[in-house]
């Protein structure tokens, strides 16, 4: 056990470390963006004068270093800064007046939306990955699992975009069951929130649910074919009991690395599907940003995703190496 915690110690300092790295490195990507955020912000009255106002207003006057340091300490702060392209109308006393939207108030309903969204693809992806996956895997001379092997690969095979184009034009457009768009925040009640997710969600569930059967097979048939399950097995142990005491949680360390992974990709990869249902997720607020160059949404934006992405990578780590016997008592 002493290991296990060692073990928790090291993954933690090494996050911590890969977390610093990453902010080192995106704000180095977004300073080399072509462009410039000042002319697309001011339009007309883009003049010399007033750039060197607007670049002085948000730090751009001064050198990289001390601007990645201002904005590490503010973003660990809690202070995101102001987007610079999206405004909006003043408040109490200049009602004629525009001032800068908060990145948190543009960021964080992107990221709950884009949050639910993932929920709801892995409540259908890790029960659907588990039973496949074991069925597969256990029953793999039989000739229904051959199809149903086929029918996983043909589901990874598929791009996103594809899937997500045959499911609206299928269960949208012809049979009319489900909304088009998928505009969550429009919503008014529970069951049209439900009805609204049905097809990203089934969209993004495909995909993914096909990768980790493969690998739940994969890790499964292995373990199946080793000697010390033929020794439980001539000890004369029911084959339930090998299968989901011995085999499974041996088997569930690399189903439990892809589906996190897979997680993380949901969370910031899904840009086509959003768009194809207009889904008002973190992705496609990331688009749009990259397109306007509006740099603190980007940097806030990619530094919750990396920082997710550690972080899902450390509870995946510690989950498989938990169910390791070996790593437990060593």
């Known amino acids: ?39 697309r912000v001011l339009g007309r009255d883009a003049t010399p004068k007033n750039i060197e106002v607007w670049r002085k207003r948000f730090n751009l006057d001064r050198p990289p270093v001390t601007r990645y340091l201002l904005w590490a300490r503010n973003f660990a702060l809690g202070n995101w800064g102001a987007s610079l392209v999206s405004v909006q109308p003043s408040s109490a006393g200049n009602p004629g007046g525009k001032t800068m939207r908060s990145v948190a108030d543009m960021v ?3 990221l709950g939306n884009t949050l639910i969204l993932a929920s709801c693809v892995m409540a259908i992806s890790i029960p659907a990955s588990l039973f496949l996956g074991i069925v597969t895997a256990v029953f793999r001379k039989r000739r229904f699992t051959v199809w149903l092997s086929g029918l996983v690969l043909f589901g990874v095979s598929m791009p996103d975009y594809v899937t997500g184009i ?23 009640s529970t069951l049209e929130i439900v009805k609204m997710l049905t097809l990203p969600s089934l969209t993004l569930a495909i995909a993914v649910t096909g990768i980790a059967v493969r690998m739940m097979q994969g890790s499964l048939l292995q373990i199946l074919d080793s000697d010390y399950v033929r020794f439980a097995t001539l000890k004369g142990l029911s084959w339930s009991r090998i299968l989901f005491s011995h085999a499974l949680p041996n088997a569930l360390g690399p189903a439990i690395r892809v589906t996190v992974l897979s997680l993380v990709w949901l ?64």
Do not use: C
């Open 166 to 188: 045959l499911m609206l034009l299928v269960f949208a457009v012809y049979l009319n069951w489900f909304p088009p768009l998928s505009l969550i925040n429009n919503a008014e």
């Open 108 to 110: 964080l309903p992107r």
């Open 1 to 39: 056990m002493h290991f296990f915690f060692r073990l928790v110690f090291q993954r933690v300092v090494l996050s911590i470390v890969s977390l610093a790295a990453i902010s080192v490195i995106i704000f180095t990507l977004v300073e080399f963006l072509p462009g410039d955020a000042a002319t």
């Open 267 to 330: 969370i910031g990869g899904v840009v086509y599907v959003e768009v194809i249902f207009t889904f008002p997720g973190l992705g496609m607020l990331l688009l749009n940003s990259l397109k306007l160059l509006d740099t603190p949404v980007i940097l806030a934006g990619t530094m919750l995703l990396s920082g997710f992405l550690i972080y899902a990578n450390l509870i995946a780590d510690l989950l498989a190496a938990y169910l390791n016997p070996k790593l437990r008592t060593e």
